[in-house]
């Protein structure tokens, strides 16, 4: 039976980055189980590629805490790494009295969670960002920005494979089961691998 300290179930965006994290920390011991023929290749290779500020989160959640250190930090690797991106905004309108009581009640919750670069501006301020909208009013987030998916995934995954992560493709998990030093991991090749940590991505 193969062993493993970490195993890591999923080659999505998510997997790719949890593998890249541990092992800047951890040489090897680390592998990524996924059942397609290469990464990225289900939801993260088909969303929207937009990088969130978190400004609808509630205040204090830990999707709040995560969403707006990971703008921090995706900017950053972005950077790093050479990864195309754009810091570009966003405008969040409202075009009547109802919705410019809402998107005030969002930039308060955002306010309150601490994201950063949140402004509340004028149609005419809106509109000198983007001339085409037609809005009495808008919230304005600096850091809500957009990402190359794929060049991302690419990314992870150069970083993690210098850093001696192993990738088993084709390799879809269909069983966990507890051991005293871990969990057994099996794949549908029949392939047992006992691991003392797992991450289901």
Not at 115 to 133: F, K, M, N, Y
Request: with cysteine; hydrophobic share 35%.
């Amino acid at each position: 039976m193969e062993r493993a300290k970490f195993s890591i179930i999923g080659a999505g965006v998510v997997g790719l980055s949890v593998a890249e994290q541990i092992s800047s920390s951890l040489k090897g011991d680390v592998v990524v189980f996924e059942k397609q023929s290469s990464f990225g290749q289900e939801t993260s290779s088909r969303n929207s590629e937009v990088i969130h500020a978190g400004l609808y989160y509630p205040p204090d959640s830990l999707k709040s805490r995560l969403c707006i250190a990971g703008n921090r930090m995706l900017y950053e690797f972005c950077k790093q790494k050479t990864v195309p991106h754009k810091k570009c905004g966003k405008l969040v309108v409202a075009v009547n009295s109802d919705e410019e009581t809402r998107i005030k009640e969002i930039f308060e919750n955002a306010s309150k969670a601490g994201v950063a670069g949140i402004s509340l501006i004028s149609g005419d301020e809106a509109r000198s960002i983007e001339p085409g909208v037609f809005c009495t009013s808008a919230l304005l987030s600096e850091n809500t920005g957009i990402v190359d998916s794929h060049a991302l995934m690419d990314a992870l995954f150069d970083s993690s494979l210098g850093r001696d992560v192993m990738f088993v493709f084709g390799s879809e998990i269909i069983s966990i089961q507890q051991h005293p030093k871990g969990y057994i991991l099996k794949n549908s090749n029949g392939e047992e691998v006992l691991s003392r940590y797992v991450i289901n991505c």
